[in-house]
């Protein structure tokens, strides 16, 4: 029997730092909440707004896999392994913070927010060599159906980082469904609406909710009007 | 005020000192930070730790050795892996750990 936790958007975290509005779906920085530390080896999930021109400046990682999905605007991306990049709408970035990294994050878009999840992953391995990874995904691949954008393997489509872990996007017209099999046995989805109504596991949810389902195979996906939504896809023990 | 005294364990030097930059920001909380493991033991050997923080860059064995070096002499500390590297994730890991 499917186990299932429903985080409604309105009950995560927040902190407003004037430049920075970050809703927090688990435990961080300010906002503690025994109750929401993680999902699994999910253990951040920030729906961050950055002002124009503003930013997240020089600070480190260690043993982490970071991923980081744009929704709206570009943000500039600087690393200590040398690496720079804008990362935009369509794009996804995943870091593997290893035995150490130092990062920015700028919006150098002088008028527009940016908005974009930051989703931090355990490792399934600690002290790996920090990289840095980032592709442009094909928006019409996940149009009703679902595309996969990160993977545990190298080989597999999406970016990939050091967990059994799966990201899936999906952009469905009303009415349009499908099944989701879990990727793999232990593990759980956290499956957070990006816009729109859909019904998971005949759980109904809107915009920024969230439902949390484990064991078990597969569960159904709805969409009740046009939707987009993110499925993380990770162990719940590791 | 009786500060709650953390060890602060990481190879790296620079986000070791983010660490303990970010725990001394809470005024109940007070932050010695060491590299090596002889600095660890050294520290621990001279005060009262009521919490271990294990970061980045530390081997297995070293956590093992330092873990149990730690737990026979004081069996009430609590040791915990810190993730993320003076990330957001730090005071959670405290407030969680101390209970």
């Known amino acids: 029997m499917a186990q299932t936790i429903l985080h409604k958007a309105e009950t995560r975290g927040h902190a407003n730092h004037g430049w920075l509005s970050s809703y927090q779906s688990f435990s961080f920085a300010g906002y503690y909440n025994p109750d929401r530390m993680q999902f699994g080896a999910l253990r951040v999930l920030n729906d961050d707004t950055v002002d124009a021109g503003m930013g997240f400046g020089k600070h480190p990682h260690d043993n982490m896999e970071i991923i980081s999905i744009p929704l709206e605007g570009d943000l500039e991306h600087k690393d200590s392994m040398n690496n720079v990049a804008v990362i935009k709408n369509g794009d996804i970035q995943a870091m593997s913070a290893g035995t150490g990294i130092y990062h920015s994050e700028y919006n150098n878009d002088r008028a527009s927010q940016v908005k974009f999840l930051q989703i931090w992953i355990y490792p399934n391995k600690k002290n790996v060599e920090p990289r840095y990874d980032q592709l442009t995904l094909n928006l019409e691949d996940r149009h009703n159906k679902l595309q996969q954008v990160l993977s545990p393997s190298v080989d597999d489509a999406g970016v990939w980082i050091h967990q059994d872990a ?7 017209d009303k009415d349009i469904n499908t099944e989701y099999a879990i990727k793999k046995q232990g593990n759980g989805v956290y499956a957070f609406i990006l816009s729109g109504q859909v019904e998971i596991n005949g759980e109904v949810l809107n915009t920024r909710d969230a439902l949390g389902i484990w064991d078990t195979d597969q569960f159904k996906i709805t969409a009740l009007t046009d939707a987009e939504f993110l499925l993380i896809d990770v162990p719940m023990e590791f | 005020m009786n500060q709650t005294q953390i060890l602060v364990i990481g190879r790296h030097p620079e986000i070791l000192a983010t660490v303990i930059r ?42 093992d050795q330092l873990s149990a070096y730690f737990t026979s002499h004081n069996p009430d500390i ?14 959670a890991e405290i407030y969680e750990a101390l209970g």
């Open chain 1, 166 to 172: 799966w990201f899936h996007l999906g952009k469905f």
């Open chain 2, 22 to 63: 970010l725990v001394n920001n809470n005024p109940a909380w007070n932050a010695t930070g060491c590299i090596t493991d002889e600095e660890a033991i050294s520290a621990f050997d001279k005060q009262t730790f009521a919490l271990v923080l294990l970061g980045g860059g530390i081997e297995e064995l070293s956590e």
């Open chain 2, 78 to 91: 609590k040791i915990v892996q810190h993730y993320g590297g003076g990330s957001g994730l730090l005071s």
